[in-house]
């Protein structure tokens, strides 16, 4: 075979506590890559061995590990099966040309297993299950194939069966031999003959030989069910225990011979420039994962497409325009990396001491440019508002925090310009809580947290009419300004507040003309506090109309103030209220839970848009005012049993109700005298 076709990168993927990290230490042990068969439970496995993963029992990071399976490497991306960690999910199965989503059998099919199909459905990745844990009490078998059939696709057929599942398991066989269907009766020769037919439907002329009753040579065969399953006609299901080390084997040689090299599968799409899977075009490769290394810096995980480079070529960087050297190359095993000479097409690889790159960034050929569209990662929704325990923590945390969010795309940091709060946001507070740990682990940084703010604003209902003059005469220069203004409400197309607007109507030389910016300016002075409660003011025009002015004493400071002034008089006029933001809301649940959902929502004071379905997951969309929502995802996964997922996005800002608005108006009271 050639380099490309004797290469097979599996993304190992799934809910958690399937095994999956337990059947990939398995596997490398059958395939010889490692002489002691490490477990999750003392913490030696080769892929769990981040100091986080350690202590939780259960994979955080994606792991890339590597064996020979005869002339074939397999490469192996071991991903975490929690929702929280989902984004390292998403960059394994990016990685990766082929998908193994793990399903114990004593369990069945979970919501992160339901999330993970969906994904490589999305991505078009050719798609097999493994069913693990086929050893334990209580299994029935053919309730958990049928229901991966009805969930998944009819397209999941097995291709090994055990004989006996549950605690007498002794022996799991596999289909793709036919002599070996048939010593497993029945069943067996059932499900090879559906395994057949699935295969030749890749070929008309397979079709009519195979209808003719023409025996079809073996290695006919395989090819088209190679065939079906990078056409996703055939997803495989492999049965396995690794706890007893059996139907290994035939897991290895099934993938080695249905799943598809990097030359079957299409690169990821391309914004610019055209690729071609080959070792001897130009090169190409994109960033899917980035850590930092306590010794070696950051390192970029890469999964090349084209070409091979070498240590002493450079590649283009197009999101920066510069060209990088690629003198540190290393293929990674676990947490070994072990240094090599170049990278080819089919690889996976890493590239240390690149501060510049991303996830998600494109390297290519200077000469050939081409760029991969971005890695599409969930949007982080939980947000915890973080404060630096010491001065010394304040100095460092802004950087820590930073490299932590260029490492993992759903976590963010960013300090709100409103509340001025420093506010870190991810997929769950368990998620935030992992990041918070490796703040104080590998930066030495403490921080207290709490809830986010809400960013409210402050706006009017009514007019306002005023007039203030603004005299000080304390000997020396004076300072005289009179001002009169009116305001009203700005409202935009929909009768929204929003905005500022300033208008001067002033007419005859009332006021000179160098004066009516710095009324302007003394106005935008109070719009950062509002009269209600102290937040940022919106919705208002305010309308200079009349005035007075001293032809020595009249000066910029003085019109500031007496515009300022004025503004507030005016503002107390025009019956101020309190706004919150509203956020659109799209929630998808099971079937089972939407009474529950819809009843939420309206108790969250939220107005239901619409609802729609998509197989049994229904979706529905509502507008709810943010400070409802603040709880939401630990309260969704404890209402859906960790199958629901929510995004969130700003819609507008609307007038509080007047029995909410006063709890806010105390609250911020409390906290202006406390800080005072």
Not at 349 to 369: G, M, N
Request: proline share 6%; glycine share 8%.
């Amino acid at each position: 075979m050639g380099d490309l076709d004797s290469i097979r990168n599996v993304c190992i993927s799934g809910h958690g506590n399937s095994g999956k990290t337990t059947l990939v230490e398995t596997v490398l042990f059958h395939c010889k890559a490692t002489t002691r068969l490490g477990t999750v439970e003392e913490g030696t496995t080769i892929s769990d061995h981040a100091p986080e993963e350690k202590e939780r029992g259960n994979s955080v990071f994606t792991s890339i590990l590597r064996c020979k399976a005869g002339d074939c490497d397999l490469h192996l991306v071991d991903t975490p099966g929690y929702p929280d960690f989902f984004g390292e999910a998403i960059s394994g199965i990016h990685a990766a040309d082929g998908v193994l989503i793990a399903v114990a059998a004593n369990e069945g099919i979970s919501a992160m297993t339901r999330k993970v199909f969906q994904l490589a459905k999305e991505t078009g990745k050719p798609t097999g299950i493994v069913l693990t844990k086929l050893d334990a009490e209580n299994i029935e078998f053919e309730a958990v194939l049928g229901g991966i059939r009805e969930t998944f696709s009819e397209a999941c057929i097995p291709v090994s069966l055990p004989e006996s599942p549950g605690p007498g398991l002794s022996r799991i066989s596999t289909l793709l031999d036919a002599d070996a269907a048939q010593s497993l009766g029945g069943e067996g020769a059932s499900w090879r003959e559906k395994l057949v037919e699935t295969a030749v439907e890749t070929d008309d002329a397979l079709v009519e030989r195979y209808l003719e009753g023409e025996e079809i040579a073996p290695e006919t065969l395989q090819k088209a069910m190679r065939l079906a399953v990078a056409q996703r006609a055939l997803m495989p299901v492999f049965c396995v225990s690794s706890a007893r080390q059996i139907g290994i084997g035939e897991l290895v040689e099934g993938l080695v011979a249905l799943m598809p090299s990097p030359s079957e599968v299409p690169p990821p799409p391309s914004e610019e420039g055209e690729v071609e899977v080959s070792a001897e075009g130009p090169f190409a490769a994109r960033v899917f994962k980035s850590i930092t290394d306590d010794y070696v810096g950051k390192m970029s995980f890469l999964r090349v497409y084209a070409g091979r480079i070498g240590t002493e070529a450079s590649a283009l960087l197009p999101r920066t325009g510069k060209t990088i050297r690629f003198q540190n190359l290393y293929a990674p095993h676990g947490k070994e990396q072990t240094a090599v000479p170049e990278a080819t097409a089919g690889g996976i690889y890493t590239l240390a001491k690149v501060e510049e790159s991303a996830v998600s960034d494109t390297f290519c050929d200077p000469k050939h440019r081409v760029v991969f569209a971005p890695i599409p990662f969930p949007r982080p929704m939980v947000g915890l508002a973080v404060t630096p325990k010491s001065r010394q923590d304040e100095q460092r945390i802004s950087g820590a925090l930073t490299k932590m969010a260029d490492e993992d795309p759903t976590f963010t940091m960013d300090r709100d310009r409103q509340t001025k709060e420093m506010v870190i946001t991810g997929l769950s507070r368990l998620h935030l809580d992992l990041k918070l740990k490796q703040l104080k682990r590998r930066f030495n940084v403490e921080v207290a947290t709490k809830p986010p703010k809400v960013p409210y604003r402050e706006t009017i209902t009514a007019k306002g009419d005023t007039k203030y003059r603004h005299k000080k005469q304390t000997g020396g220069a004076g300072q005289f300004a009179e001002v009169w203004m009116r305001i009203e409400p700005l409202l935009d197309d929909e009768g929204r507040h929003e905005g500022f607007e300033y208008v001067s109507e002033v007419v005859g030389g009332a006021i000179s003309h160098t004066f009516i910016p710095s009324i302007e300016k003394g106005i935008k002075q109070v719009l950062e506090a509002g009269p209600v409660a102290g937040y940022p003011v919106e919705g208002v025009k305010a309308i200079v109309y009349d005035g007075k002015e001293h032809p020595v004493d009249s000066k910029d400071i003085a019109f500031q103030i007496a515009g300022r002034e004025a503004f507030k008089e005016a503002m107390a006029q025009a019956k101020p209220k309190l706004l919150e933001p509203i956020v659109n809301v799209e929630v998808s649940v099971p079937s089972r839970f939407m009474g529950d959902m819809t009843a939420d929502l309206n108790s969250r004071r939220g107005r239901i848009q619409g609802m729609s379905s998509e197989g049994d997951l229904q979706i529905i969309t509502a507008k709810v005012p943010l400070a409802e929502m603040l709880q939401y995802s630990t309260e969704l996964k404890s209402m859906t049993q960790d199958e629901g997922a929510y995004t969130i996005s700003l819609s507008h800002y609307e007038i509080v109700p007047d029995n909410v608005a006063s709890a806010v108006i105390e609250r911020s009271r409390r906290e202006k005298e406390e800080k005072s």
